[in-house]
């Protein structure tokens, strides 16, 4: 059986769809909104690029090893981003979530934390993950906030462990969330989405 098969995760706010070719017009028109791909230190493809960027992510996908998802805002039934399961040790009970991005708009919003926490819980939940692992260039400081936000501590960082089509080398902070912690994180990001959210305070 296929430990790690295509679902859809559905959310209150969200959707996690496995991706396809038919969601390329919804991710190009998702990641113009902050032209995310002039962001040096991530890998996010540019609208002419989406479609080969979608074949080869899905020739990366097989089962029990890498799964991708695109991320569907409820209320506008709009696509908003991606994701993946990345790395998956079917053995050993791990993954990574990672390669993720979102429209400027719905970053550090209730969706993006709705969309961990059905990651996290299919992951710990379905899967009866032990560990789940988050990885992120050193320079990523929003990227870092975010998975320390989660509940995410850092087990280290990998100096000089890939290097970008430009030949910059990136070090690589590494964190995860092991299954003692989980009912923890779980209780933490809940709560998240219900406390009531502070407007008009741009540093928050």
């Known amino acids: 059986m296929t430990w790690l098969a295509p679902v859809a995760l559905v959310g209150d706010i969200a959707t996690l769809e496995p991706l396809s070719p038919e969601h390329h017009d919804g991710l190009v028109e998702a990641v113009k909104d902050g032209e995310l791909w002039n962001l040096w230190y991530t890998t996010i493809p540019q609208p002419k690029d989406m479609r080969n960027f979608i074949e080869k992510r ?11 998802f695109v991320a569907v805002e409820n209320c506008s039934k709009k696509i908003v981003g991606m994701t993946n399961y990345m790395n998956a040790d079917r053995d050993n009970r791990r993954l990574e979530i990672g390669g993720t991005w979102y429209s400027r708009r719905v970053q ?12 996290l819980a299919h ?45 910059v080398l990136r070090d690589t902070c590494v ?11 779980r209780t933490h990001l809940r ?3 219900k406390k009531p959210r502070i407007v008009g305070n741009a540093g928050a």
Not at 58 to 68: F, W, Y
Not at 108 to 119: A, G, H, I, P, Q
Not at 175 to 184: C, D, R
Request: aromatic share 8%.
């Open 58 to 68: 899905m020739g990366l996908d097989a089962p029990d090893t890498r799964l991708g």
């Open 108 to 119: 550090r919003s209730e969706l993006n934390t709705e969309c961990k926490l059905l990651l």
């Open 123 to 167: 992951a710990f939940e379905t899967l009866g993950c032990i560990a789940v692992e988050f990885r992120t260039h050193f320079f990523n400081h929003q990227s870092r906030r975010a998975i320390e936000r989660l509940g995410a501590k850092l087990d280290g960082i990998l100096r000089n462990h890939q290097a970008s089509a430009d030949g």
């Open 175 to 185: 964190y995860s969330i092991i299954a003692g912690e989980w009912p923890t994180v």
């Open 191 to 193: 709560w998240q989405l």
